[in-house]
């Protein structure tokens, strides 16, 4: 199947989904502000990591969070980490406000990073490479990495993300280390960029 079904078909899969969250309850912002303690250690108080291999949370879209964190438990992704850590987020409700709270923070911010790689990583995120079947990220990503849309938990905010997590992250799709991505979208796009691709995009993604 090529990228461009599967985003058809992720497309028509994240409209089903995204009326089933709308019927979820909303999370509490402020009582997650309480809850995410926790989390504070490695994501910061407000969702800006200092570690660059911890990711900033920072505006992300609740949904994506909540998304994450349950595939974490249920185990269809892993970490050394955030394996174990998921399981202290507490109840449905007690997630939902802890990812409330970071999404009502404002969106991650990176320093514009001025350089060829850059410029480079910037064509590949907003045209992508047709030769070589590299799929667009700004069109799952939105304008500057700001995400698609907050109701659906699958295209996440990646503007002004750590870069060290971008390619980390992007090498662990390539080499299917991390396979949580609906219909495999992710991968398939990953698996054709080299690792100059990757480190291109992450440094232009990073200084959004």
């Known amino acids: 199947m090529s990228v461009f079904k599967q985003i058809v078909l992720l497309l028509s899969t994240m409209i089903l989904l995204s009326y089933g969250s709308l019927t979820q309850a909303a999370g509490d912002p402020v009582k997650g502000k309480v809850k995410a303690a926790a989390c504070a250690g490695c994501h910061g108080k407000d969702g800006n990591s200092l570690a660059p291999n911890f990711p900033k949370l920072s505006g992300q879209y609740a949904d994506y969070i909540v998304k994450q964190v349950n595939d974490f438990l249920h185990k269809k992704r892993s970490d050394p980490i955030m394996s174990g850590m998921a399981a202290t987020a507490g109840s449905a409700k007690d997630l939902a406000d802890i990812a409330a709270f970071f999404a009502s923070q404002k969106k991650m911010k990176g320093t514009q990073v001025k350089s060829a790689k850059a410029a480079r990583g910037k064509i590949l995120y907003l045209k992508g490479n047709s030769a070589r ?76």
């Open 133 to 208: 079947g590299i799929y667009a990220c700004v069109h799952c990503h939105g304008k500057n990495g700001k995400g698609a849309s907050k109701t659906n938990p699958f295209f996440p905010v990646i503007g002004g993300q750590h870069k060290v997590y971008l390619v980390k992250i992007l090498k662990d799709f390539k080499l299917k280390k991390r396979t949580n991505d609906p219909a495999g979208m992710m991968a398939a796009v990953a698996i054709k960029m080299n690792n100059a691709d990757i480190d291109a995009v992450s440094e232009y993604l990073s200084g959004l």
